[in-house]
């Protein structure tokens, strides 16, 4: 079984960038699908991004994510990122890395995922 951890979330200015990662622990890294999704205080979580299994040649993007954000994954290092570029206040939120088992291209809903990292705050300040 696969264990998620996610680090990089901060405190930055309107405009700065950020890359989040989600370190894998357990199970065949390759296996896995990844996702990104949000939370904001008072809302649902929501999707950020995803990336396909093995080699990763399928992403997806929320609307607000597309061209500001971009998802990879680096098999060898068992790690996902998150490059957050032009952050803008209305993207302070947790943000949580999933991973899901197999192919099926890239899940947009929580409830395709079923491994979870606990979170890392990201806050843009204006």
């Known amino acids: 079984q696969v264990r998620l951890v996610e680090s990089g979330g901060g405190l930055v200015q309107v405009g700065d960038s950020l890359k989040l990662s989600c370190a894998a622990s357990g199970g065949t890294f390759g296996s896995y699908a990844f996702g990104w999704f949000r939370q904001a205080p008072g809302k649902e979580r929501e999707f950020v991004a995803g990336?396909?299994?093995?080699?990763?040649?399928?992403?997806g993007y929320q609307d607000f994510a597309q061209g500001r954000f971009t998802i990879s994954r680096d098999n060898d290092r068992r790690t996902v990122y998150l490059q957050m570029n032009t952050l803008k206040p209305e993207d302070t939120a947790v943000y949580y890395c999933?991973?899901?088992?197999?192919?099926?291209?890239?899940?947009?809903?929580?409830?395709?995922?079923?491994?979870w990292g606990p979170g890392t705050q990201v806050s843009v300040s204006s």
């Open positions: 990336i396909s299994w093995r080699l990763g040649t399928s992403v």
């Open positions: 999933a991973a899901a088992y197999g192919p099926g291209g890239v899940s947009r809903t929580t409830s395709g995922y079923r491994h």
